[in-house]
């Protein structure tokens, strides 16, 4: 990953302090889902929230959470709407960025990029979310098992798709699995790049890696942090009233506000896409052999640590 020099003093940019290697973007993605050119042309602005995962590792749930800190508590926000996916290459950029720039509040958006896809500035602040790659493909098989004919429809027929369209999901969860285990992410993208690339950067003032088990743990402590990370003030009388709408069931309830479309693309709505949030399933399902395969492989994709911090979100 080539580097460029970022300036920093407290988290915020200035002429003269500390220099440290900031990443540079060396590469496009652009598939049945992506379109990382769109960043190439959008403005950044001082106080922009960029949330990234690999997938199904939080991003909706981080979006509403930073949504309700920063423009409520407001059971109405509707955050799948303000809140876009930038780097989804539908729409196209054209009718995108504008819709962006229009934006009067603070910006919070999501990608799916690693980091040497996408365009990095030292104006913005970037939450990244880990979770473990068993848990985030029985997420994911869930999701694109019940993608109804619009889902694909959207992906595959709308113009500028570049690649293959995407495939029909196989149902048996199992083969799934072993299909993106042993293919790097197909039918989607890699895992190990995705990670790799954000735990490279961890230590920049300016990023923020959260673990799925944390939030799940605590989530109450783990938006505190979040908010002093991005400078939000929370009235601490409204902190009960976010937390219940940044709720697993609360947001099930009210897919049309949180989930991307309001859950239209998929069977089951709302509901579906939100699912459940457990972690484990995979293990009435995996052998020990291949569990421990999945193991060794992040270990020698990811190294010892960062491996670690992905199975449990443990730091040392």
């Known amino acids: 990953m080539q580097a460029r020099i970022c300036i ?41 929230i960029i949330i990234s995962t690999y997938a199904k590792s939080g991003t909706t749930w981080m979006q509403q959470i930073i949504g309700q800190m920063l423009l409520g508590p407001n059971p109405e926000l509707p955050t799948n709407q303000i809140s876009p996916w930038v780097d989804l290459r539908v729409p196209p950029k054209a009718v995108k960025l504008p819709e962006l720039e229009a934006q009067a509040h603070r910006r919070f958006l999501k990608t799916h990029l690693p980091v040497d896809a996408l ?18 493909v029985w997420s994911l098989h869930n999701h ?43 039918p989607h993208w890699s895992l190990w790049d995705n990670v790799r690339s954000w735990w490279a950067i961890r230590d920049l003032p300016n ?17 505190a942090e979040i908010a002093a990370f991005l400078a939000i003030e929370v009235d601490p009388d409204d902190w009960d009233e976010i937390a219940l709408y940044c709720s697993f069931d609360w947001m099930r309830a009210h897919g049309d506000k ?17 699912n459940k949030g457990v972690n484990g399933r995979w ?3 995996l052998s020990d052999a291949e569990s421990a395969a999945y193991e060794e492989r992040a270990k020698a994709e990811l190294g010892g640590e960062c491996a670690r911090w992905l199975a449990s979100g443990e730091r040392v």
Request: hydrophobic residues 30%; contains cysteine.
């Open 207 to 223: 990023v923020k890696l959260i673990h799925f088990n944390d939030l799940k743990r605590d989530m109450r402590r783990q938006m």
């Open 144 to 186: 694109h098992l019940n993608g109804n004919e619009a889902y694909y429809d959207v992906l595959n027929n709308s113009p500028g798709l570049v690649g293959p369209p995407m495939e029909r999901c196989d149902p048996d969860i199992h083969r799934y699995w072993q299909t993106w285990f042993e293919r790097d992410g197909h």
């Open 283 to 285: 293990q009435s399902i």
């Open 8 to 48: 920093y003093r407290n988290h915020e940019r200035v002429h003269m302090t500390r220099e440290f290697a900031c990443p540079s973007k060396t590469r496009e993605m652009q598939t049945n889902h992506f379109d990382s050119t769109i960043w190439n042309d959008f403005v950044f602005r001082d106080d922009d």
């Open 258 to 274: 949180a989930v991307p479309l309001g859950g239209a693309m998929w069977e089951g709505g709302a509901s579906t896409f939100i």
């Open 119 to 136: 365009v990095f500035s030292p104006k913005a602040k970037y939450l990244y979310i880990g979770r473990d790659g068993r848990d985030v």
